[in-house]
């Protein structure tokens, strides 16, 4: 839908980003519904990212205040199995968050050294992600290149180019919401 409104001058954009916002939404809802809360989380910001509603952002609070709730009464171990499965899925802002929570929970230099590892399969992700929302924002997919763009900057904030073209992908993209 994007790649059709680009090609007719914009003439779908409003319906392309309503369309975006309410599958990113929807899909938050029934992965929270689910207890996926590290996956409804990323859809919830997909979903923000897009258009702003206070039922997003209610839901993205509840997303919040669950995971905090599960992340007090799990293990270690178990903790370790949701970041493996949710890098593996390619959700890896939630995996990154996952693995700061448990940063901040533990002490030990050998689970330590396994975060560390687990950050360093997050990492290796970053080129292709960064590339991939540098071509979104190169077809005018702001959405896209907003999307791909936060990812990287939330891992690695770092990320100097990532950042300077989530800043101008998010100007883009409020320009065309103006019109």
């Given amino acids: 839908m994007s790649e059709l409104s680009r090609r007719s001058g914009g003439l779908g954009d409003e319906m392309v980003r309503t369309g975006t916002y309410e599958l990113n939404f929807r899909w938050a809802r029934w992965l ?6 590290a996956s409804a989380d990323v859809r919830v910001k997909a979903a923000l990212a897009v258009r702003r509603t206070s039922d997003a952002t209610a839901l993205a609070r509840r997303i919040a205040d669950a995971q905090a709730a599960t992340a007090t009464g799990s293990t270690f171990e178990t903790s370790l ?5 949710l890098i ?14 448990l940063e901040r929970t533990t002490a030990e230099s050998a689970k330590l050294q396994q975060l560390d590892a687990r950050r360093e399969r997050i990492r290796a992700f970053l080129p292709e992600l960064y590339a991939r929302g540098l071509a979104a924002y190169r077809e005018e997919s702001f959405a896209d290149a907003i999307e791909a763009l936060e990812t990287v900057v939330r891992i690695d904030v770092g990320y ?4 300077d073209y989530l800043e ?3 100007s883009k993209q ?3 919401e103006q019109y």
């Fill in 174 to 176: 409020r320009l065309l």
């Fill in 160 to 163: 100097e180019q990532a950042a």
């Fill in 168 to 170: 101008k992908a998010r």
């Fill in 81 to 85: 199995k949701d970041v493996d499965r």
């Fill in 88 to 101: 593996g899925a390619g959700e890896l802002s939630a995996a990154q968050a996952r693995l700061e929570a």
């Fill in 32 to 37: 929270f519904e689910q207890k996926e809360y």
